[in-house]
């Protein structure tokens, strides 16, 4: 590990995403960086040409009143945005994210959330999923583009429970957690300020309320894995995730699926 990974965190901050399972880093991101990002993620989000119900890059999330169903995210996004994929392999955010680990760190995932007014948010779950290639080592690295708090839909963690691991089947699919798998008075909302970054195992549990504020919550969420779980394997990752989501898609009757 390279000097400027071992000073990129504290030790005491090492120590308390061990036994927490997250952390938090103010200012990741300079003003200048954030103001790009922003201009990008509005320019990203204009990509009128990509948004199809069929297009299994997009995602789409329902109004929580009206149930609306509305675009809320670009999964991948690296390959859309020069700004996402310099922002996904910087420095800084592969230097925390290796200090966690005590070795370096690989872009696994990326995406970018946008949660307009009004979008739901996510039910508690992990964000490992038990594939025979999925890294155990999955890191989450949420960079916040708006403010992010409990009004708009801030990510919501339970501390502490990333130590037993996957708590639902490991049978390789997606599985969400019953609310009765944590206590819930032990929620931390992630409050973040534009720029700033949360980091989380993949196996925090974790949640998001609806956007129930007239601001977007826009954030480019980042995952990783060590150097020792697999290395650099996100293009692998990606060929067999689009695989698992037609599959997925043609469960339900759509089999004219595609990825642009």
Known sequence: MTTAAQAALPAGQIRQYHADGFTTVRRMLTDAEVDELTAEAARVFGREDLKDSDNIRCRWSNHYQTDECRFDCFDPVIDLSPVCARIARHPRILDAVSALYGEPAFLFKDKLIFKPPGAKGYNLHQDYISWKSFPRSFVTVIVAIDAAAAGNG?????????????????????????????????????????????????????????????????????????????????DRHYAEFKGWLKDRYADYGKVNTFFR
């Not at 534009?194 to 609806?210: C, E, K, M, N």
């Open 154 to 234: 801030a990510t919501e963690v339970f501390p502490g429970y990333h130590g037993r691991g996957c708590l639902t089947p490991e049978d390789g699919q997606y599985h969400q957690l019953p609310e009765s798998a944590v206590d819930l008075s032990k929620g931390v909302t992630l409050e973040l300020e534009p720029g700033d970054a949360a980091i989380f195992s993949g196996f925090t549990p974790h949640r998001s309320g609806p956007n129930t504020s007239s601001q977007w919550r826009r954030l480019l969420y980042l995952s990783y894995n060590a150097a020792s779980d697999g290395g650099d394997q996100r």
